[in-house]
């Protein structure tokens, strides 16, 4: 199961898995160290506890971030981009704040927490995503064991493909979007 919550995780975000952190940054400091069940950063804001206004940051690539000329340019923060390591991501920030009563409120996506032997446990997962798991966990169980026919197991595939599809489709933003192109006459 472990796995396979694993496995979901690397498709998309899963919105159940959205937290929301907030941390206190101190002048000069350039980097923040996030939690180590922190996947990656979705937005980051920041603001000062003088203005009490969020300013939503722009993420940009590690290459981008590795190409701006002076890192330890002070300012309020503009740009932001996360290193995603081995163990838990660091968000580094650009400028660098000049401000010692920087706040970044960081939403980001958790790591799913791990299913033990406990009788007690559930995954964790909610109840809409319960199909996709039972028939991923009985596809998943089919290909280990031995004497199941391949056209059993190629059905038990297609069946938690598409009820993981449907869970997943489900488990999207609401929210409007909208497009307009800036047009300019000259």
């Keep these: 199961i472990n796995l396979m919550l694993n496995d979901w995780q690397n498709r998309g975000v899963l919105l159940w898995s959205i937290s929301t952190t907030v941390v206190t940054v101190a002048d000069t400091i ?6 180590d069940y922190t996947i990656d950063a979705l937005a980051v804001t920041y603001s000062t506890s003088v203005s009490g206004t969020d300013i939503a940051l ?3 690539s590690r ?6 000329p002076n890192k330890n340019q002070t300012g309020r923060p503009t740009q932001y981009t996360v290193e995603r390591g081995v163990n838990n991501p660091e968000i580094k920030l650009y400028p660098t704040p000049d401000n010692s009563t920087g706040i970044l409120n960081i939403e980001f996506f958790r790591q799913l927490q791990d299913v033990d032997k406990s009788a007690d446990q559930n995954a964790d997962a909610p109840i809409r995503f319960l199909p996709a798991l ?7 169980l089919a290909m280990k064991r031995t004497g199941i026919p391949m056209e059993r197991i190629n059905m038990l595939k297609m069946n938690y493909e598409e009820k993981l599809a449907v869970a997943m489709e489900e488990d999207r933003e609401r929210a409007s979007l909208l497009i307009r192109p800036k047009l300019r006459y000259i």
Excluded at 134 to 140: D, I, K, M, Q, R
């Design 134 to 140: 039972t028939c991923g966990l009985s596809y998943y």
């Design 30 to 35: 350039a980097s923040v160290s996030l939690a």
């Design 58 to 60: 722009e993420r940009i």
């Design 63 to 68: 290459e981008e971030y590795h190409n701006l």
